[in-house]
């Protein structure tokens, strides 16, 4: 168990709906990332907060957007879903100065209908 | 440009035997790290081993050990006496060293799917 708390394990929603990802950081740890792992894109960076705030943006739509709250769990949200977002979506934290891994939540299973 | 790269998309290994998944990457930068995770059938991404461009010894972690060839920008997995629990995926991810100083995401391979024969 990594300590990464993700929410809900598996989602089944129909295109054009909107959808929202929950993520819990490790305690203490100030970043959050996002992936998504799809299988012809493989495993892809999207977005990653630092306490707050946006620090990098990856291959990320501008369906989707995030955020981290000031107790630092961090939300992803979808919109506009086509069926090619079907996608295992990690969320993965590090600690406040990150020397090396990252850890990683057991991922959201979410399929566009 | 892809900057890590995994040759073998499948790989088979006999229990008890050792084996090398390969992994090359590329980047400008001098300061990055690699790591393997191993991702089973289950779904979830565990952290198997890290090797940082400075550290001067290879990294061993139990039965993994990485081969860091700097000159050759490789950095291959070894698992030493295989199981049949490491029948799984493996991907091989590099961080970039970033201006902010806290930008740490991985850009990962494509994977080599592991299975341990009995």
């Known amino acids: 168990d990594s300590g990464v708390t993700q929410t809900p394990k598996h989602l089944i929603t129909a295109t054009g709906q909107r959808v929202t990802l929950r993520c819990s950081p490790r305690s203490g740890d100030l970043s959050v990332y996002w992936y998504q792992q799809s299988l012809d894109q493989g495993l892809q960076f999207l977005i990653q907060y630092y306490n707050g705030e946006e620090r990098a943006k990856g291959n990320i739509l501008e369906r989707f957007s995030a955020q981290q709250f000031p107790d630092l769990h961090s939300e992803l949200n979808l919109s506009s879903l086509e069926l090619g977002d079907s996608a295992l979506y990690f969320c993965a934290s590090s600690p406040v100065v990150a020397t090396y891994e990252q850890y990683f939540g057991p991922g959201t299973r979410l399929t566009v209908t | 440009a892809q900057k890590i790269t995994q040759t073998q998309p499948g790989m088979f290994v006999q229990e008890k035997e050792a084996v090398t998944l390969d992994c090359t990457y590329d980047?400008?930068?001098?300061?990055?790290?690699l790591f393997w995770y191993k991702q089973p059938s289950s779904g979830e991404m565990i952290f198997l081993i890290y090797?940082?461009?400075?550290?001067?010894q290879n990294a061993t972690e139990g039965r993994y050990s990485l081969n860091f060839q700097k000159a050759r920008k490789s950095a291959n997995l070894v698992i030493s006496a295989s199981q049949l629990g490491d029948s799984a995926m493996y991907f091989c991810?590099?961080?970039?060293?970033?201006?902010?100083?806290?930008?740490?995401?991985?850009?990962f391979g494509k994977g080599t799917l592991l299975t341990v024969n009995p």
């Open positions: 980047t400008s930068d001098q300061s990055y790290g």
């Open positions: 090797q940082g461009s400075y550290d001067e």
């Open positions: 991810a590099m961080r970039e060293a970033n201006s902010g100083g806290s930008n740490y995401k991985l850009t």
